[in-house]
C-alpha cells in the first residue's frame, strides 16, 4: 500500500489535533470542576445530570412552598395565642368584677380595662402577613373584622370560610388559613365573651359575672386553643415534610456530584499525559515535515 506524503501530513495533523482537544478537555476540567462540561463528554450522564437538575428544582420549588406556608402557620399561630391570653385577662377582669365588695365605680374602671382588651382583640383578629389578612379566609386584601358602635355593642365580619392550600408535595395540600369567624365570632366566639361581660361590669350585674360570663369566657378561651393546637399540628406536618424533602434533595446533590463532578487529582494526572503526547505530537511533526527551499539556502 502507497503512503503519500499528504495522507501521512493529514494523519500527523489529526494527531496533534486530538492530543490538543485532550489538553483542552482536562484543563477545562481542572477550570470548572466538573468532569461533564458538554454533551458529548458523556452522553449517558448528561441524561442522568439533567433529571437529577430537575428534580433539585422541583425539592427546591416545594421547599420554597413549606417556607411560605410555614410562615403563614407561625404568623396565625401567634395571633391565635395571644388571642386566648386576651380571653383569660378578661377572665381575670370577670372575676373581680364579680366580688361582692367591689363598688359599681371600680366595675366601671373594670369595663375601661374590657374596651381597651376588644380594642387588642381587634387588632389580633386582623392580623396580616405579608399585607394578606390571615383570618379573612381568600378575601384576605380588607381587614375581615370591625367594630359596631363606639364604644361597640357588636362587630362584622367581611371575610369568608375559603380554605387556602399550598402544594408542599407532589398531590399533597396543607391548608395555612384559620378562618377567624369560626374562631373569634359566633354567641361563644371572644367578641361576644368581652362585649357581655364589660356591659354586665357596666351594669352591675355580679350572678352573671360569676358564672354565665366565666362560662362563656371558657368556652372562647377553649375555641382559641383548640384552633391554635390544630395550626401547631399542621406545621408540625410541614417539619416532618420539610426534612424528608430536604434530606431527597441533598441526596439528589449527591448523586449529581457523582455524575458530573470531577476527580481532581485523576484530572492533573491525565492532563500531565495529555501535555507529554501533545508535546510528542508536535515534535514528531516538526521532525516529519521536509525541508523547504529557504531551508537549504540558510
Known amino acids: 500500500m502507497r503512503v503519500t506524503w499528504n495522507s501521512m501530513l493529514d494523519n500527523m495533523l489529526a494527531g496533534m489535533s486530538g492530543a490538543a482537544g485532550n489538553v483542552q478537555k482536562y484543563q477545562t476540567q481542572l477550570a470548572t470542576g466538573k468532569r461533564v462540561n458538554k454533551p458529548s463528554?458523556?452522553?449517558?450522564?448528561?441524561?442522568?445530570?439533567?433529571?437529577?437538575?430537575?428534580?433539585?428544582?422541583?425539592?427546591?420549588?416545594?421547599?420554597?412552598?413549606?417556607?411560605?406556608?410555614?410562615?403563614?402557620?407561625?404568623?396565625?399561630?401567634a395571633g391565635l395565642s395571644r388571642g386566648a391570653a386576651i380571653v383569660a385577662q378578661a377572665k381575670e377582669?370577670?372575676?373581680?368584677?364579680?366580688?361582692?365588695?367591689l363598688t359599681q365605680a371600680g366595675r366601671d374602671i373594670i369595663a375601661r380595662e374590657l374596651d381597651e382588651l376588644l380594642s387588642e382583640l381587634l387588632g389580633v383578629s386582623n392580623t396580616r402577613h405579608v399585607d394578606r389578612y390571615v383570618f379573612a379566609g381568600a378575601r384576605n386584601n380588607a381587614a375581615?373584622?370591625?367594630?359596631?358602635?363606639?364604644?361597640?355593642?357588636?362587630?362584622?365580619?367581611?371575610?369568608?370560610e375559603t380554605a387556602l392550600g399550598w402544594e408542599v408535595e407532589p398531590g399533597a395540600v396543607v391548608n395555612v388559613n384559620t378562618?377567624?369567624?369560626?374562631?373569634?365570632?359566633?354567641?361563644?366566639?371572644?367578641?361576644?365573651?368581652?362585649?357581655?361581660?364589660?356591659?354586665?361590669?357596666?351594669?352591675?350585674?355580679?350572678?352573671?359575672?360569676?358564672?354565665?360570663?366565666?362560662?362563656?369566657?371558657?368556652?372562647?378561651?377553649?375555641?382559641?386553643?383548640?384552633?391554635?393546637?390544630?395550626?401547631?399540628?399542621?406545621?408540625?406536618?410541614?417539619d416532618a415534610s420539610k426534612d424528608t424533602l430536604t434530606r431527597l434533595r441533598q441526596e439528589y446533590h449527591s448523586l449529581l456530584s457523582g455524575y458530573e463532578d470531577a476527580d481532581m487529582a485523576e484530572a492533573i494526572m491525565r492532563l500531565q499525559i495529555a501535555e507529554t503526547s501533545?508535546?510528542?505530537?508536535?515534535g514528531a511533526t516538526a521532525r516529519m515535515i521536509r525541508p523547504t527551499l529557504v531551508d537549504l539556502l540558510r
Open 278 to 282: 501533545y508535546a510528542a505530537a508536535q
Open 144 to 160: 375581615p373584622f370591625a367594630f359596631q358602635g363606639a364604644p361597640p355593642t357588636g362587630y362584622t365580619y367581611s371575610g369568608d
Open 41 to 77: 463528554d458523556d452522553p449517558a450522564a448528561v441524561i442522568r445530570i439533567l433529571a437529577l437538575r430537575s428534580g433539585i428544582r422541583r425539592a427546591e420549588g416545594y421547599l420554597t412552598s413549606m417556607a411560605q406556608a410555614q410562615e403563614w402557620l407561625t404568623v396565625t399561630e
Open 179 to 238: 378562618i377567624g369567624g369560626a374562631v373569634f365570632g359566633g354567641a361563644d366566639g371572644a367578641f361576644a365573651a368581652l362585649i357581655r361581660v364589660r356591659d354586665d361590669l357596666r351594669a352591675g350585674d355580679v350572678p352573671s359575672l360569676g358564672q354565665q360570663d366565666l362560662e362563656l369566657l371558657d368556652r372562647a378561651h377553649e375555641r382559641l386553643l383548640s384552633a391554635q393546637a390544630d395550626v401547631g399540628a399542621r406545621a408540625r406536618g410541614l
Open 93 to 101: 377582669c370577670a372575676q373581680r368584677g364579680a366580688s361582692d365588695v
